[in-house]
Every structure is written in structure tokens, then in C-alpha cells.
């Protein structure tokens, strides 16, 4: 497989917690996944939208439906390996707040990935709790992948197991930045953090 970085964004969720479709939210003035899809070109040779096809919300971008329905953001990743081949950058289309200094880091951070790690993320330093879905998927990553999803699991950070992963270290300070909009209080806590954005 080659080593060009190309980058998969996650936008196959229902939204049901939220109550409306969170790729539509606008954001900058565009649509939440427009903008996720842009931040992924600027580190990334070509972008994929994982889930749904982006078509009606204007974007060009080529898109993946999952291979086998049901497993969650595991399944759309295991896809992209599979049809677009690794490296990966996985980012999930609901981050409002994550940049271009973030992805650079994660980018930059991955070349310094010990021998057999399939996975670069950040950790929360305190808690250690892991990002997967804004993270570098190495192609070494899809038996992990598929083995866990054979066994019904589909938490990514049970499905590469910690000695699998290069963790790259996150602050509480960057907290924020991982907000993901789930709930309506979600969007609260954008519309603070952004004035004018994020309220329904």
C-alpha cells in the first residue's frame, strides 16, 4: 500500500440524541460536514466521507457506504482501509471545534510512531481516555479491526489494544476542542464558545 495520507470523515450517525441532523449544522457559515471535509483536505491527499452520501449538501466529495452496516464508526474505518488503504486520517464529522493546529499535530505526531503501532490518537493525560475518531489508521490496522468486529466488539479503543496505539498527549486545556455535538446541551456549549453558532 502507499504511504499517501489520505483522510476519511465520519458521518454516518443518525443523530437521534440530538433531535436534527448535526452534519447540516451550520458552522462558519457552512454545514458542519462541509467544514470538517475541508480541514481534512488541507492535511490530506484525498478526503472520503464515510456513512452517507454528501451530495445533497453540496459537497463533491466521494463517499463510502460501510461494507457491513451496524458496527458504527469501527465499520466505516474498516471500509476506508479496505477500499482507500492506509494511512487514514479518521476524523468524525461532529468536532465544530477542532483545527488545523490539532490535525498538524496528529499528522506530525504519527512519524514518530513506534514499530507496531496501527494507531496515532491523542490521550487525555489525567484520565487516559483516547480519541479514535480523530486519529491516523496505519493499513496494519484492518485485522485488528475486523477480528474485534468477528467477536460483536465495536469500541475502537478496546479493538487496538493499547500497545497498538502511538498516543500523542492531550491537555485538559484542549478539552474543548473535542467537544462533539451529541445532545442539544452540546450545542449550548458551542453557542458560549462560539457566539451566533450552534443554537437550533
Known amino acids: 500500500m502507499s504511504e499517501t495520507l ?4 465520519l458521518a ?11 452534519v447540516a449544522l451550520p458552522v462558519g457559515g457552512r454545514p458542519l460536514l462541509a467544514r ?10 484525498r478526503v472520503w466521507v464515510s456513512g452517507r452520501d454528501p451530495g445533497p449538501l453540496g459537497l463533491e466529495t466521494p463517499w463510502l457506504p460501510d461494507d457491513t452496516p451496524g458496527m458504527g464508526p469501527l465499520g466505516g474505518i ?4 479496505r477500499r482507500v488503504g492506509g494511512p487514514l486520517l479518521v476524523l468524525a464529522c461532529d468536532l465544530p471545534l477542532l483545527d488545523d493546529s490539532v490535525v498538524g499535530r496528529l499528522v506530525a505526531g504519527r512519524a ?9 490518537t491523542f490521550r487525555d493525560e489525567p484520565d487516559g481516555r483516547i480519541e479514535p ?5 496505519e493499513q496494519a490496522a484492518g485485522p485488528l479491526l475486523a477480528a474485534a468486529a468477528a467477536r460483536g466488539l465495536y469500541a475502537l479503543a478496546r479493538a487496538v489494544p493499547p500497545p497498538a496505539r502511538h498516543h500523542l498527549p ?31
Open 78 to 81: 474498516l471500509t476506508g482501509l
Open 170 to 200: 492531550r491537555s485538559p486545556r484542549e478539552a474543548d476542542v473535542f467537544l462533539n455535538i451529541n445532545f442539544p446541551a452540546d450545542l449550548e456549549r458551542l453557542a458560549e464558545l462560539l457566539p451566533g453558532e450552534g443554537r437550533p
Open 112 to 120: 514518530a510512531r513506534p514499530a507496531g503501532a496501527v494507531m496515532t
Open 133 to 137: 475518531l480523530v486519529a491516523v489508521y
Open 12 to 22: 454516518g450517525g443518525r443523530s437521534r440524541r440530538l433531535g436534527r441532523d448535526k
Open 6 to 9: 489520505n483522510a476519511l470523515v
Open 36 to 45: 470538517t471535509v475541508a480541514l481534512a483536505a488541507r492535511h490530506a491527499a
